[in-house]
Structure formats: structure tokens, C-alpha cells
């Protein structure tokens, strides 16, 4: 008898932890090194998976919940409660245009406006299974991935997209709206991945959605993060494992898979700091972070590529989150809480 596809998904989920866990384990117990100036750690109390700056504070979110941490400091402020909600496996963080904080979570999806917080589940419309990611389009629908689906809510009513609707999978970990209006959707998480996009249009019966594999040229089918830079070109961190690599795709706006020609693709030989990118992120400078699984970031540019291994100074191997406070310092978020380099040594790395 086939197995439900969410429990393949927590047995996959349940091996990453027992890895995720004997890797903590070896980093914790290896021989500590001073950290170099303008390096901080900061102890959250578990693993960070997800960032975001909120009313002059860093928001921080992982497997046991979610804190608010000075974003000048490192110093956590407060562990974060939500009456009615537990929020457990805090897996991604958005701030919407009209100023709330949503936070998707085991148990659905919360926002905070500044005084009060609200939470979303299935009863409300969004799919079954625990919340993955967030994105928000730019007539400020939201958009929620899950295990079992993803979902357009606006105007207080949800539409759920599923494999029956075109998307390459149920699971949605991944979520991006480019500066097209197009829609991204990938899979991270089960090991047949995935990665869709429409063209921002599924608010209508019938909207479609284009798959895109590795005969497009994805590097893998695994997709863990999608970014758009300043110039307009789509990154997507992909891989499991020993596998993997980071994509480029330069196309026409708004025309998702296009010939092999429009993508580029970068591996640990062009100067990744790991096979899979677990994490994207662009500073205010402009250059390109890719967090990898288990071997520190690597900076791309103008050109050049700069890996920063975990015994750099991080407090972890795993680089699962970046953000950039307005001090222009860069905090990463890791399996061992977060690490803050400040402007200044960012501007001394070599």
C-alpha cells in the first residue's frame, strides 16, 4: 500500500533531522576558535530558518518558535507567544505592504500588525499540513505554500492550487513573485521536487502553470530558494545532499522556461561554498550571498566569487537565512542560532 504523500514527507523531513542532528552534534563538540573582530553569535535557543526586519527589530524563526532580537545588539528581546497558536517550526517570514508581520508555522499562519496578532488555517482556507512559505503579489494577494498545496487568499476568500492545477508538486516550501508578476512555486522538501511558475493570472478559473525540470536546464529538481537581483535576473538555490548548484535565468519578463541558453549554472568548481544552496540573499551593495547545507556561504560580485567556511566564524555550518539590518551589518541565520558580521568587517573580508 502506497504511503500518504505527507508522511513520506515527514519520514523525509524526520532523516534530515537525525543527519541535521549528528551534524550538530560533530559541530558542537569541535575545538572553538576566537571569532575574528566584528564577528557575534547570538543564541536563539534552536536552529533559525527564517529572518525579517519588523518595527526596528530582527525577527527570527526556526524549529522551536519564533524571537525578537535586538537588531543592534544580537540580544534576544523576547520569545515570541501567540494565544491560540503554537508556534512550532517557524518556517518563513514576510512583511507585507500595508505593515504586518506573517509567520508561517506548523499550526497555519499568523500575522502580527503591530498590536494584535490573527492566525489563518485550513478552517479559514489554506491547505492542509504545515505552513512552508509566504510571498505577496503585487495586487497584495497572499500566497501560502504547504504540504498539501498552495493557496491564493485575497479579499478574505482562498483558492488552493494543486498537482491537479498544473503545479510539478503538492508540496510547496519555496514561494517568489517577481518583478513580472510571475509567480514561482518550488519543492524543497520531498525528494521528487519541483519548481512552477504562472504568470501571475491564477486568480482566474483555470490559470496555468509552466513546470520547469532539469531538461530546461535546473541544475536540480530540488528548489530551496529563489531571489531576483537588481539587474533583474531569477536565482534559485537547488540540490540535496552531494548534489546541486545554483542557477542563473535571464529571460524575457514574464516567460518562465525558456531554451537552455538562458540558463547558467554554478557549482562548487565556479566557487560555491557547498553543492547545495540552501539559501539566497542580496546585499545593499548589491553582491549575492548563497548560504549552502553544510559548508558556511560563498559571495558572488562582480564577478568574483569569496567562500566563507563555517570555521570562518559562524555558529553554524548550515547558512538556512540572511537579512541586513540598517546598520549594514549581515546576519545568518544557522542550525546553532545566528551569526552578525558587521559593516565593517564585511568591508575587511578577503
Not at 575545538?31 to 527570527?60: F, K
Not at 537588481?230 to 546541486?244: C, D, K, P, Q
Not at 514574464?254 to 540558463?263: D, E, K, L
Not at 566564524?313 to 551569526?339: H, N, V, Y
Request: proline share 4%; glycine share 16%; with cysteine.
Amino acid at each position: 500500500m502506497k504511503a500518504a504523500p505527507w508522511r513520506s514527507v515527514a519520514q523525509f523531513l524526520g532523516g534530515i533531522a537525525v543527519v541535521a542532528a549528528l551534524g550538530g552534534l560533530v559541530w558542537l563538540l569541535r575545538p572553538r576558535a576566537e571569532l575574528p573582530p566584528g564577528w557575534s553569535h547570538s543564541d536563539t535557543g534552536g536552529d533559525v530558518m527564517a529572518l525579517a526586519l519588523y518595527r526596528e527589530a530582527l525577527w527570527a524563526g526556526g524549529a522551536k518558535g519564533l524571537v525578537r532580537v535586538d537588531a543592534a545588539t544580537g540580544v534576544v528581546l523576547e520569545e515570541v507567544a501567540v494565544e491560540g497558536a503554537s508556534l512550532r517550526y517557524v518556517s518563513d517570514l514576510l512583511v507585507t505592504r500595508d505593515g504586518q508581520l506573517w509567520v508561517a508555522h506548523a499550526g497555519g499562519a499568523s500575522a502580527f500588525d503591530g498590536t494584535a496578532w490573527r492566525t489563518l488555517t485550513a478552517e479559514e482556507g489554506l491547505p492542509e499540513g504545515r505552513l512552508l512559505a509566504l510571498a505577496e503579489d503585487s495586487t497584495g494577494a497572499l500566497w501560502f505554500g504547504a504540504e498539501r498545496g498552495l493557496a491564493r487568499c485575497a479579499e478574505g476568500a482562498c483558492r488552493i492550487f494543486t498537482r491537479a492545477d498544473g503545479l510539478a508538486s503538492d508540496l510547496v516550501s519555496v514561494l517568489f513573485v517577481d518583478s513580472a508578476g510571475t509567480v514561482w512555486a518550488g519543492n524543497g522538501l520531498g525528494t521528487e521536487g519541483g519548481l512552477s511558475a504562472s504568470d501571475g493570472a491564477t486568480d482566474t478559473p483555470g490559470g496555468v502553470w509552466r513546470q520547469i525540470t532539469v531538461e530546461d536546464g535546473l541544475a536540480h529538481p530540488m528548489v530551496n530558494a529563489i531571489l531576483e537581483d537588481r539587474e533583474g535576473a531569477l536565482w534559485f538555490g537547488v540540490g540535496f545532499a552531494a548534489r546541486g548548484g545554483a542557477n542563473r535565468w535571464e529571460g524575457a519578463p514574464g516567460t518562465p522556461g525558456v531554451p537552455n541558453a538562458s540558463w547558467t549554472t554554478f557549482t562548487e568548481a565556479d566557487g560555491l561554498a557547498g553543492p547545495k544552496v540552501r539559501s539566497l540573499f542580496e546585499d545593499a551593495e548589491g553582491a549575492l550571498w548563497l548560504g549552502s547545507e553544510y559548508n558556511g556561504v560563498a559571495r558572488y560580485a562582480d564577478g568574483e566569487w569569496l567562500t566563507l567556511a563555517p570555521e570562518r566564524g559562524f555558529s553554524g555550518a548550515e547558512i538556512k537565512a540572511m537579512a541586513q539590518t540598517p546598520d549594514g551589518a549581515l546576519w545568518f541565520g544557522t542550525e546553532s542560532g545566528l551569526t552578525r558580521i558587521s559593516a565593517e568587517a564585511l568591508g575587511e573580508l578577503e
